[in-house]
């Protein structure tokens, strides 16, 4: 059972487990594990001990770097504590073995006895308790699972953007919100969320059309002075991008090409 409440908090978030890519909350049993997901070979893994190379790994679990890899594609990965409550996560992309929108990447939390686990959403958001990634099963005469993970969804910003991660200029100079992620529609089970649907929900284009939706968000005409004020702003996201080198110059040269061309902005 991965629960003891003797434990020093000092290192209560450390790698209990069997699993080591996967920190436990040693006290309440909460786990926070690495979930990734090929296309190419239709797996899903939680990095067993045979696909991790340990790196280095702070005895009080406030530093932990492993080497996973997957179907090809490699990851270098790294939990880091800055205090006896504090856990956060990064990793990089060190082997690409599939077009990157064909490989995904998850944190699942989960507990002991598969009690409820809420987060506090100023950390990370729980989006409905029914929703669980599972290993595969047989669903002509499916068994219980001890294994299953709630599935978890980036913290947004005002506008319902991811706050996140790489902000390439579709979601850093928006012109709607955008999610990798959607819930069925009536008379699906409610709550429940929609395999690999995404959304887009424009923004109004002017203060009239937000008042007269009810949208909380501001409109395109509120956001952007003209479309010369838009390209700017794009330009700006660009320069940054580049600067830390996480978009190639033709791409970047696409970006403020489209920018130029935007039909949704005035001019």
Same mark, same amino acid.
């Given at each position: ?8 908090? +000092?290192?209560?978030?450390? @790698?209990?487990?069997?699993? %080591? $890519? ?8 909460? *786990? #926070? /594990? ?76 989960? +507990?002991?006895?598969?009690? @409820?686990?809420?987060?506090? %959403? $100023? ?8 929703? *669980? #990634? /599972? ?98 702003? #794009? ?33």
């Amino acid at each position: 059972m991965l629960r003891d409440t003797t434990v020093p908090l +000092a290192r209560a978030w450390n @790698t209990w487990s069997s699993r %080591p $890519a996967e920190m436990v909350f040693l006290p309440l049993g909460v *786990r #926070v /594990t690495p979930l990734a997901y090929a296309d190419s070979s239709r797996s899903a893994t939680l990095f067993p001990a045979r696909s991790v190379r340990y790196g280095r790994h702070a005895l009080d679990g406030s530093l932990v770097e492993l080497d996973l890899d997957h179907a090809g594609t490699g990851l270098a990965w790294r939990w880091a504590k800055r205090g006896p409550f504090e856990l956060s996560g990064t990793w990089r992309t060190t082997k690409t073995g599939e077009w990157g929108l064909r490989f995904w990447f998850n944190l699942c939390l989960s +507990a002991e006895d598969g009690q @409820t686990v809420r987060w506090d %959403p $100023a950390g990370a958001a729980v989006v409905k308790v029914t929703n *669980r #990634v /599972t290993p595969p099963v047989d669903w002509v005469s499916p068994a219980t699972l001890e294994d299953a993970y709630r599935t978890l969804v980036c913290k947004v910003d005002s506008d319902g953007n991811e706050a996140a991660g790489v902000r390439l200029p579709d979601i850093a100079v928006p012109l709607a919100t955008y999610s990798g992620w959607n819930e069925y529609k009536p008379p699906y089970p409610a709550g429940e969320l929609a395999d690999r649907d995404g959304s887009c929900l424009p923004f109004p284009a002017d203060k009239a059309a937000r008042e007269t939706s009810g949208d909380p968000r501001p409109s395109i005409a509120e956001r952007y002075a003209s479309g010369a004020d838009y390209v700017v702003k #794009v330009k700006a996201v660009v320069a940054d991008l580049i600067k830390d080198r996480l978009l190639l110059a033709e791409d970047a040269e696409r970006y403020l090409e489209r920018a130029q061309r935007e039909p949704r902005v005035a001019s």
